[in-house]
Every structure is written in C-alpha cells, then in structure tokens.
C-alpha cells in the first residue's frame, strides 16, 4: 500500500467515526506510528518519492524566497532592482548578480504612462498568470520622486474589487449561474439597509442577472446575492482562497491584504460582499493574483520577481521557479467568473476606456476580462481607483492590477493604464495570429 494510500486510510477511519473519542485517538496515534513506521522501512513507492521531492523542492523555493526578500526587500521598495549586490546567503555574505523577469519594454510603457498622466498616486503591476513571473513594477507618486514602491503596500481599500471574491463564492460554493436573477429595491451605487435586507417585491424592484451586476458593480443587487445565497464563513472562506488574511510568499516584501467578515447574516455581510467598506484592503500585488487566478482555470500561482542569482563566478546560486499555492475555485467555475469579467469591459463601467481595443481588429483573438472599484481611502488619502484584469491568446495568459489615488481631480482612469498594458503586450505580434478567437474584456 502507498504512504499516500495509508495516509486516506486513516483519515476514513477517524472521519467516519461519530462518537467514539477513545476510537478516535486509538486511530490518529495509530496512524501516525504506523506512517512513520511505514517510511522508516522504506516501504515508499516511486509516487510517494516524487511526492516527498516535490514537498523538498517546494520548501526549498519557500526558505530561499524568504532569504532574498530580506535581502534585497530595501531596494525593491525603493524602487531600485540592483544587478549586482552583497547579500546574505546560506549563512554567509556573498557577491551576487541578479537577473530579473521584468520585461524591459512593458515596465518602460508603465512608467511612461504614469509619468504621462500624473495622478497623485499611480501604481501598475503585472505578472505572467500561469508562471508568476513579474512583468512589470512600476510606482508614481506625483509630489516626490523617492517615495516607496506603492504595489507593495496594501493600505488601499479592497472597494468593489471585493466583488471578485463574492461572485466567486456564489458561483462555486452556491451554484449561481451568470445568468441568474437578482431582485433588488433602490438605487444600483448606494446601500442602504433598508433596501439591502428587504425582499418584498413590488412594481419599483429591480431584476438584473449576475453578470449585469457585475458589469454594472451594483452594490444592493451584491448585497442581496450575499443575503440569499451565502453565509459569513463562505466569504470568509473565498477571501483566504484569495490570499487575504495571509503572507504573500513573494521574493520580494508585499504587505498582507486583510479582509475581515462579521458574523450573521445582515447589512455588514451586505457592505462587504459588495466591498463598501474600508476595512478590507489589499495590496496591486494582490489585485493581479486575483486576475491570474480567475485567468489560470482557478490555480493561484505566487509572483517572483528574480529570475536567478549567480556568484561572483557564474555559477548559479537561485533558480526561480512557480509556485502554486492552490486552487480556488473549479475550472468550471472560473469560465463563469470570467464570463461576469468580459461582460463588464463589453458593457459595464469601464467600456468607454476598453472601447478603442475592444473595436480594434487586431485583438480579435484576445480574450479579456477585469474588474474595478472606486472608494475613498486615507492611506493615501485620496479616491482609490482600481482596475485589475487579465487578457490571453490561448498560448498567453498575463493579469495586471493598476491603481491611482487622487486628491481633488482625476487624471486617468485605471481602466486605461489596464487597456493601454493589455494593447502594448499584445499589439506588436496579434496581426500574426490566426482569426479564430474572440475579444471580451471587463471592469467596474
């Protein structure tokens, strides 16, 4: 019998036991002497071997993560990416020389389009969404040019990005479809308890499908979907999946996203599910692994920043390499997600900045989706404005979260640095392609 197999074994026994306690103990002291006895004598199978090395590869990748985190964390908040430096390694200083995955043409048109339209506070991040690897990290900030690395910081309120998490939740735990009805009463952008906890139906309730309030991000259509098909622990549940609540495994520092949910169904669980609130905050890190992972089928991959690192000979000391954290929700799943993503771009909030690519012929082939959110935060103060989404060609998946923060007037629209990031990958090499793929898109 494989280790794994014992392992199944064990649980079965302990799970399918309701009342006995002593049972219980007998079997989990049981089972582990009997893994532990199991591997001592080497009674492993070659799947259970690769299983064991892929856990060493996976903890190795981990503990050197952490060590370069530390060791170039000041840089990267300062917006420096040095190639050659003293680090600590392996428990002793050494030389090294870096070697990064950013691409130099895609961070070049970022910083170009934040130092274009000078909001008060600019920040665009993305990643390749199958490998993690980071494409671009750029930061703005217009009244001083050394401030720190903003993709890092996650004091920006979460705002109707949140619904991600929500939608998801709905779609996977309790099987709404995109096409199923929600009745609200009131306005689509306020919340107010009154509307939000009354189901009576008259001839002023409103009837909109999943994936127009999405599109549309209408807040009390959110907040019913909650009330009616979840509870607090199933968004709970969903935010983790998502990674908020929880360390970023980065090779660089990015601050934790917290997202909290009260207990009982009521208005509060309505403010979050449509994200009107300020306590949940995350970071554009963050924001673009919440498009890669609706992007990648559900599968949550962690972005690296180092490509490798060699001594002062040549020779290798860090290969990156991805790192998948799990899956969020089923492949079924995030086809509905996505579904609720490209609509938004189509007809939602955000078409009048995705209208010139979504026209254009030649991004026929490019599938593209996202979500945005508008609140005021105070960190910096200012009106946050998100916009994270994804695009891909079927050989290509790529997911960007792009932020401004502005204090009286706005500049440009996030929506637009997504577009104009989406336009600048694609664009050189979609004329190539072969005609046979559609182009969608989405926001708030």
């Known amino acids: 019998m494989p280790l794994k197999a014992l392992k199944n074994w064990c649980y079965h026994k302990i799970m399918s036991s309701k009342n006995n306690y002593k049972l219980l103990k007998l079997l989990v002291f049981s089972g582990a002497c009997l893994v532990g006895l199991y591997s001592l004598l080497g009674f492993t199978s070659s799947a259970d071997s690769q299983e064991v090395q892929a856990h060493k590869k996976i903890k190795s990748q981990l503990e050197q993560r952490t060590q370069l985190a530390k060791a170039i964390g ?52 993305m990643i390749d969404a199958m490998t993690g690897e980071v494409l671009v990290m750029s930061s703005f900030q217009r009244d001083d040019a050394d401030a720190p690395n903003l993709n890092l910081q996650a004091t920006f309120p979460a705002a109707s990005v949140f619904k991600v998490v929500t939608a998801t939740a709905a779609v996977d735990k309790a099987g709404v479809s995109p096409e199923s009805k929600i009745r609200y009463n009131g306005g689509a952008y306020t919340l107010y308890k009154k509307n939000v906890l009354s189901d009576k139906v008259t001839r002023w309730t409103n009837v909109i499908t999943l994936k127009d309030a999405f599109a549309r991000s209408i807040n009390t259509a959110f907040g019913r979907l909650s009330i009616e098909n979840l509870h607090p622990e199933d968004l709970n549940e969903y935010a983790n999946r998502f990674m908020f609540n929880q360390e970023i495994p980065a090779d660089f520092p990015v601050e934790m996203g917290v997202a909290y949910v009260p207990p009982g169904k009521g208005f509060e669980m309505a403010e979050v599910a449509s994200g009107y609130n300020k306590t949940n905050r995350m970071s554009p890190v963050q924001g673009a692994m919440i498009a890669a992972a609706v992007a990648n089928d559900g599968q949550v991959v962690i972005p690296y920043l180092v490509r490798n690192v060699t001594d002062e000979k040549g020779e290798s000391l860090y290969e990156g390499s991805t790192l998948n954290n799990g899956t969020i929700m089923t492949k079924e799943s995030a086809a509905k997600v996505r579904e609720l993503m490209e609509r938004t771009v189509l007809a939602g909030t955000s078409r009048r900045s995705f209208r010139p690519i979504t026209k254009d012929r030649k991004f026929r082939e490019i599938e593209m989706g996202g979500k945005t959110g508008h609140l005021t935060g105070d960190n910096p103060r200012g009106r946050t404005d998100w916009f994270v989404g994804y695009a891909q060609d079927g050989e290509r998946k790529i997911a960007v979260a792009a932020i401004t923060v502005n204090k009286k007037f706005w500049t440009v629209k996030s929506a637009h640095l997504g577009q104009s990031m989406f336009r600048k990958y694609f664009g050189p090499v979609v004329s190539n392609q072969p005609k046979n793929g559609r182009v969608v898109s989405s926001t708030k």
């Open 74 to 125: 000041s840089k990267v908040r300062a917006n420096d990416l040095p190639e050659s430096l003293k680090i600590p390694w392996n428990g002793e200083e050494q030389a090294v020389k870096l070697n990064y995955t950013i691409d130099d043409t895609l961070q070049r048109e970022a910083d170009r389009l934040l130092k274009a339209y000078k909001p008060d506070y600019g920040a665009v991040f």
